[in-house]
């Protein structure tokens, strides 16, 4: 057999075990046929075949993001980023001068201000975006993708105002004085949904800066979550479109929300099956997150004993749209930062299980920044899949502005990311970046769950060092487990014969590379379905 492509180097995990083998991967039409230690190579070479030989690279599975917001990303790439500022006044201006470049967006749309980074760690105000902005509608989502900083015309523009009220999951902030301040929490950023209401050529122009970013990361495929806070965004007439011309280069398992009308999903889940584009399950969340105290938590905030947290919806209606979606073959991924929501979430699911009966749902708890001890075991024993974000655990540059020390306190802090934990206690582990909130690189959450550092290089030894992970098992996560996790770990995953053809070649071998190195590798060549989408 002639094939395709052939790909020779000294450095290729397969994901079958914690090593790498010296040889070659043979692709012909969208499959490997060949994985050798290179003593047939020749008998797979045609004339026609493209052959690459690398040295101290490595090869790997491509990696799938488990748990991305694409849309969302792709316009937080098209808009201005207020992450480097450390004021509200330097993020306000940031916002004035990207306005200024874009006079006839109809809206301002900015991301990622976390105000704990700031000099001053306060909450911003309408005020500063008023100042400098006063005719002009103007929203940032926060780094974390749970509130939402506007100025006065956006709020006059939504039609939101002193009496309006809260929406149910949501919060429209106002002061102690019932002024409004100009902050959007969770729910209610679904009133600012004609912000992300774009004319079809930006979207389409978005959608193919986010392909040929993935392509460019080795990230060959995907799972989208529409469903955010309230609110859900995604394309998937766009996404059809371009599976149908050929140009999708980035698997898409989709996501909707988990809200009791099963009618739409099963339109959905019977439309969208292809290896490409599919429908892959329902989404909720139970909970908000630990810095603005809306994480739902078993015992109240360190930094705050007047709250736990409140679940966004009654549990009694979580449970009764959980064992209707399990009753009717669905898969469930729900939202869970605090310890408390993890609770809610296995408790359901345990529920689901007692009464519709034991089969293979996977479904999937969310995050899991914090976890009570009492319930590591319970995921293995549920054969519940952690979704986790490492990258998450360090989102502020230096770890003493870790918000997380003050907000779960000493008791709470070896529960925190609990990756090993999980993983011992037999929990199936898929990784991913939740991109908008964290850059889409695969060697960003990778690098975290194997060291544990800020960016600062603390603490020494990682910030619960027990929970670390080795390369291997990170790799893993991001292949094979994100492959199971979408049901899809017959085909994808790992590098064998009669897979999908999805690899990835690194530009240096991570496994004989320093750690503090490992953020600066790049992808030197992408394959998705044995055609070359990315070559440096």
């Known amino acids: 057999m002639n094939a395709d492509v052939i790909i020779q180097g000294n450095n290729i995990f397969t994901g079958r075990d914690n090593q790498t083998m010296k040889g070659f991967i043979a692709i012909k039409d969208k499959s490997i046929v060949a994985v050798d230690t290179g003593q047939n190579m020749d008998k797979y070479i045609g004339n026609g075949t493209k052959v690459f030989r690398f040295d101290n690279e490595l090869i790997t599975p491509g990696f799938h993001d488990f748990h991305i917001h694409l849309f969302l990303g792709s316009l937080s790439h098209d808009s201005v980023s207020v992450h480097e500022a450390r004021s509200e006044r330097e993020a306000a201006v940031m916002v004035k ?3 200024d470049s874009r006079p006839d967006d109809p809206w301002v749309l900015g991301f990622n201000w976390y105000h704990p980074d700031w000099n001053e760690a306060k909450l911003p105000t309408f005020q500063s975006l008023d100042e400098l902005i006063p005719d002009r509608p103007v929203l940032v989502l926060n780094a974390e993708g749970h509130s939402a900083w506007l100025n006065s015309k956006a709020l006059d523009v939504l039609g939101i105002d002193e009496h309006t009220p809260n929406p149910p999951s949501g919060e429209i902030s106002r002061d102690e004085h019932g002024n409004l301040t100009g902050l959007l929490y969770e729910g209610a950023i679904r009133n600012a949904l004609p912000a992300f209401q774009l004319p079809r050529q930006r979207r389409v122009s978005i959608f193919k800066k986010f392909l040929a970013q993935a392509a460019k990361l080795g990230v060959t495929g995907v799972s989208d979550m529409f469903a955010a806070t309230g609110y859900e965004l995604g394309d998937l007439g766009l996404y059809r479109e371009f599976e149908q011309s050929g140009t999708l280069t980035t698997r898409i398992n989709f996501l909707t929300a988990l809200d009791g009308d099963l009618d739409r999903a099963r339109t959905l889940r019977n439309t969208y099956t292809s290896s490409l584009l ?30 736990k947290g409140e679940p966004f919806l009654p549990p009694e209606m979580i449970e009764k749209w959980v064992l209707e979606a399990d009753r009717d073959g669905f898969r469930v991924r729900l939202h869970a930062c605090g310890d408390g929501a993890v609770r809610l979430g296995l408790d359901v699911y345990e529920t689901a299980k007692r009464k519709n009966g034991r089969r293979d749902s996977r479904h999937t708890i969310e995050h899991i920044e914090v976890i009570h001890p009492d319930d590591i075991k319970r995921f293995g024993q549920l054969g519940v899949i952690a979704s986790m974000q490492p990258a998450h655990m360090a989102l502020t540059e230096s770890f003493t502005d870790n918000a997380y020390l003050n907000r779960l306190g000493l008791e709470r802090q070896p529960f925190t990311w609990p990756i090993k934990s999980l993983v011992q206690s037999g ?42 992970i080795t390369l291997a098992e990170a790799l893993r996560y991001y292949t094979l487990g994100t492959a199971y996790g979408n049901f899809m770990e017959d085909v994808l995953g790992t590098i064998e014969v009669g897979k999908y053809a999805d690899v990835v070649v690194m530009d240096r071998n991570l496994f004989a590379t320093e750690l503090e190195e490992m953020l600066e590798a790049k992808v030197k060549l992408t394959i ?9």
């Open 427 to 468: 929990a199936p582990m898929a990784l991913g970046s939740d991109f908008p909130v964290v850059e889409l690189n695969p060697m960003l959450e990778i690098y975290r769950a194997v060291t544990r550092l800020h960016n600062d290089g603390e603490p020494k030894g990682g910030w619960n060092p027990a929970e670390k």
């Open 97 to 99: 001068q990207f306005a």
């Open 278 to 307: 599919r429908f892959s399950g329902l989404k909720q969340f139970l909970d908000g997150v630990p810095t603005t105290y809306t994480a739902l938590m078993v015992e109240p905030y360190a930094d705050n004993l007047s709250t």
């Open 528 to 536: 998705l379905n044995g055609q070359v989408i990315y070559e440096d």
